[in-house]
Structures are given as C-alpha cells and as structure tokens.
C-alpha cells in the first residue's frame, strides 16, 4: 500500500547521491570538522579506534579501560583501577603500535585516568 505522502518513483534527478556532495555537507565531513575543531583527529580515526576498542585491546582490557579522546597523536584513555594505568604503562608501546594499524593517525602515546568513583 502506498503512503500518500511518499511516492512510488523519485525522479533519478531528486535522489542525492552523497559521493557527490562536498565534504563539509555529509555528515562524516561535519563530523570530521566537528572534531577538528576540538581539537581531534577525523571521524575515521575516532571510529576506528572508539568502535574497535574491545577488538584492539581484548575483553579483560576493555573491562577495565575505556577510551576517552583521540587527541592527536595521544590516545586519553580511562581506567577504572589504579592498578589498570601500571598495566597500561607496560603496555603502551605494543598498544600504541595496534592502535596505529586502525587509525589514519599514529597512536604514540596513551594518557591515562583513573576514574573518580
């Protein structure tokens, strides 16, 4: 049944292709301008590392440690333990290195919270 709203057949003419509209009007080119003008890096490396989190790290990490920023080069990550941010001081170069592979940024550095509970 047809809404009567909504027709059957766009016009090829009407359709918006988003491939071809300019960076700054899709909505990754927003994103991506939002975040640089935080002071962080594109979309894609934000995604990348955010949406890969339990991926990259592992379950018994990701449990304990949650990434907070990507700014630049330096990952601010959050931990839930004291004794979770010694563990990443032992990890950070290995880490940063795995990050690295998902981002259009190099990861060299982790900074580390403890969250306030």
Excluded: Y
């Excluded at 909505?27 to 301008?33: A, D, K, S």
């Excluded at 339990?54 to 379950?59: K, N, Y």
Aim: with cysteine; glycine share 4%; charged share 25%.
């Amino acid at each position: 049944m047809n809404h009567p709203n909504t027709p059957d057949d766009t016009p090829d003419d009407r359709r918006s292709d988003t491939n071809d509209l300019p960076p700054h009007t899709t909505l990754q080119g927003q994103l991506t301008r939002l975040l640089q003008s935080l002071g962080s890096d594109d979309a894609d490396s934000v995604t990348g590392v955010f949406g890969a989190w339990r991926e990259l790290v592992g379950d018994s990490v990701a449990a304990h440690v949650q990434p907070v920023r990507l700014d630049h080069a330096t990952l601010v990550v959050e931990v839930d333990d004291p004794s979770w941010a010694t563990e990443l001081r032992f990890l950070e170069a290995s880490l940063c290195a795995k990050i690295s592979s998902f981002t259009t940024t190099p990861v060299t550095a982790l900074e580390v919270r403890v969250k306030r509970r």
